[in-house]
């Protein structure tokens, strides 16, 4: 876990980079973005701003949950199956519901 701060015209921003391990990579997300491995052999990551997420849904499926992120340009799933720890999901889902919501989701 990485910590940068940085300083604006009237205001300290802090950016605290957390990482998780999800599909045999890692998983990151900050004050500004968050990155997901793809699926397949590929070590290709999506990157997602979190001011262009305008939609989040969560489904449970197959003993699972899906967090479901809609944003300009498509959208991107994270399953609580592929978490290398249940509880890490949860954080993952309260992180991006706070972020989202300074970013005027609901």
Partial sequence: M????SRSRNSFFITEEKKYKYL????????FKIRIPSIGLKRKF????????????????NDSYLLILHFEG???NIS????????EYLEIKKLILIKSNNNGIS
Wanted: proline share 0%; aromatic share 6%; no cysteine.
């Fill in 80 to 87: 609580s199956n592929l978490m290398s720890k249940k509880d």
């Fill in 74 to 76: 498509g959208k991107r």
């Fill in 46 to 61: 999506t990157t997602i701003a979190l001011l262009s997420i305008f939609e989040i849904n969560e489904v449970y499926i």
């Fill in 24 to 31: 045999g990579g890692h998983l990151t997300i900050d004050d």
């Fill in 2 to 5: 990485s910590e940068q701060v």
